[in-house]
């Protein structure tokens, strides 16, 4: 069990309260998580004893290469990657989506198709449907109205012509977790590039990616109690062969190759304690392991919360919630609701009248909120459990809602 008042510690920012002296809650985990004294530390120090670029002969600049080792070994451990080498540093997940989908343009053809979803973050859809300019044909995998994705549908689809299946492994909106290991089962009989954004499951679940056998996998570290960082992963031998944008003057090969420029150093050491801050929470004999624990940990308690919130508000008489419910543990702590006669941004300005964070509208997954028929309406009420909440902060925010 985790000791939540004890992992509060970690985080300064959770001290903020309002002028009626009550404590802030954050309930915008989905948006960026809140980051612990030793990720902010591990940031600062960089400045403070390690500021360089990298490659150099004199002591800062080994420094930078060390920290910059040592992120992309932690983060492929994160990964259950094969080696430090199949990650790729970037700025956010959205801008290593578009150097990928640059390559890609390069290499598919006019005719090829590709498979988006209707459930995912216009990330995940948006560069790959710009690939329709030449000449590409776009599928989308229809949403159902409970909140997951038609897998019928996808078998539909998907064909010898498909090039690029993009699939979210949770939403951000909806907290559905999508089955992307029943989808990896059937690209196996694929050519198709398998490509995940794990940005919203990385918080809440542990990825291994060699068990799912993805192509690619794109993460953002502020989603983890880290820095706003992105990355890649990419299955050994792929990136090596994809024209990505660069310079001639920079390292040809993978990781580096879809690289561009000087990287946050800086935020990467803070990336990489990240990744140390979640192990923490789990115990074992090696990184990995112990991560698997935390997680399990983490899990729990997440999922306590959330399903205790998601009743509660299924009790009020005002609200009610959107998505799936939190029968299997498959399910993100991340509950979409909406009010009856109020408009969610009317609903988060109230919260905050309580102290407490929570997000309005489509949260960039436009194209599921319109599916599920609320664009219309300013989209849903978004609240998401991190590691750092707790049984009285739900209490304190269903007592907020019932007066709304
Ligand atoms: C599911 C999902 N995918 C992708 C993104 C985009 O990530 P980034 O801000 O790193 O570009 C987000 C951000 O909210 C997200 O929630």
């Given at each position: 069990?985790?000791?939540?008042?004890?992992?509060?510690?970690?985080f300064?920012?959770?001290?903020?309260?309002?002028?009626?002296?009550?404590?802030?809650?954050?309930?915008?985990?989905?948006?960026?998580?809140?980051?612990?004294n030793s990720?902010i530390?591990?940031?600062?120090n960089?400045?403070?004893?390690?500021n360089?670029?990298?490659?150099?002969?004199?002591?800062?600049s080994?420094?930078?290469?060390?920290?910059?080792?040592?992120?992309?070994?932690?983060?492929?451990?994160?990964?259950?990657?094969?080696?430090?080498?199949?990650?790729?540093?970037?700025?956010?997940?959205?801008?290593?989506?578009?150097?990928?989908?640059?390559?890609?343009?390069?290499i598919?053809?006019k005719?090829?198709?590709?498979?988006?979803t209707?459930l995912d973050h216009e990330?995940?859809?948006?560069p790959?449907?710009?690939?329709k300019?030449?000449?590409i044909?776009?599928n989308?995998i229809?949403?159902?109205?409970?909140g997951?994705?038609?897998?019928?549908?996808?078998?539909s689809?998907?064909n010898?012509?498909t090039?690029?299946?993009?699939?979210?492994?949770?939403?951000?909106a909806l907290?559905?977790?999508?089955?992307?290991?029943?989808i990896?089962?059937?690209?196996?009989?694929?050519?198709?590039?398998?490509?995940l954004?794990?940005?919203?499951?990385a918080p809440?679940?542990?990825?291994?990616?060699k068990?799912?056998?993805c192509?690619?996998?794109l993460?953002?570290?502020?989603?983890?109690?880290?820095?706003h960082?992105?990355?890649?992963?990419?299955?050994?031998g792929i990136?090596?062969?994809?024209?990505?944008?660069?310079?001639?003057?920079?390292?040809q090969?993978s990781?580096?190759?879809?690289?561009?420029?000087?990287?946050?150093?800086?935020?990467?050491?803070?990336?990489s304690?990240?990744v140390?801050?979640?192990a923490?929470f789990?115990?074992?004999?090696?990184?990995?392991i112990?991560?698997?624990?935390?997680?399990?940990?983490?899990?729990?308690h997440e999922?306590?919360?959330?399903?205790?919130?998601?009743?509660e508000?299924n009790g009020?008489?005002?609200?009610k919630?959107?998505?799936l419910?939190?029968?299997?543990?498959?399910?993100?702590p991340?509950?979409?609701i909406?009010?009856?006669?109020?408009?969610?941004k009317?609903?988060?300005?109230?919260l905050?009248e309580?102290?407490?964070?929570a997000w309005d509208?489509?949260?960039?997954?436009?194209?599921a909120?319109e599916?599920?028929?609320?664009?219309k309406?300013?989209?849903?009420?978004r609240?998401?459990?991190?590691?750092?909440n707790?049984?009285?902060?739900i209490e304190?925010?269903i007592?907020?809602?019932?007066s709304i």
């Open positions: 069990m985790l000791n939540i008042n004890k992992i509060r510690n970690h300064p920012s959770l001290e903020i309260k309002n002028s009626r002296g009550e404590k802030i809650i954050y309930l915008d985990g989905p948006g960026g998580t809140q980051v612990p990720v530390n591990a940031i600062s960089y400045y403070k004893t390690s360089s670029n990298t490659h150099g002969s004199f002591i800062t080994n420094r930078t290469d060390k920290i910059m080792d040592e992120t992309r070994e932690n983060l492929s451990i994160f990964l259950g990657a094969q080696n430090k080498n199949s990650i790729s540093i970037g700025h956010n997940m959205t801008t290593l989506s578009f150097s990928l989908v640059r390559a890609f343009s390069k598919f053809k005719n090829d198709e590709i498979i988006v209707q990330a995940n859809r948006g790959w449907m710009s690939l300019n030449y000449g044909k776009i989308e229809k949403l159902l109205k409970s997951k994705l038609d897998y019928k549908d996808f078998e689809k998907i010898d012509k090039r690029l299946v993009a699939l979210g492994m949770s939403s951000n907290g559905t977790v999508n089955d992307f290991k029943k990896g089962n059937i690209l196996k009989n694929h050519k198709s590039f398998f490509l954004d794990a940005v919203h499951y809440h679940f542990l990825i291994d990616v068990d799912i056998n192509d690619f996998l993460c953002s570290s502020y989603k983890f109690y880290g820095p960082l992105g990355f890649l992963y990419a299955k050994p990136l090596d062969n994809l024209n990505t944008d660069r310079l001639i003057v920079q390292d090969i990781p580096y190759r879809i690289e561009t420029g000087t990287l946050n150093h800086a935020a990467c050491a803070g990336a304690e990240a140390k801050f979640i923490n789990g115990k074992g004999e090696n990184f990995r112990k991560l698997k624990n935390a997680y399990k940990n983490i899990g729990k999922h306590s919360l959330a399903s205790m919130l998601f009743n508000i009020l008489n005002n609200f919630t959107v998505g419910n939190f029968d299997s543990k498959q399910r993100a991340t509950i979409s909406i009010h009856k006669k109020k408009d969610p009317y609903v988060c300005n109230k905050s309580f102290n407490i964070c509208g489509h949260f960039y997954a436009k194209r909120i599916c599920m028929g609320l664009e309406k300013g989209g849903v009420t609240l998401g459990i991190s590691i750092y707790t049984k009285d902060e304190r925010t007592k907020a809602l019932s």
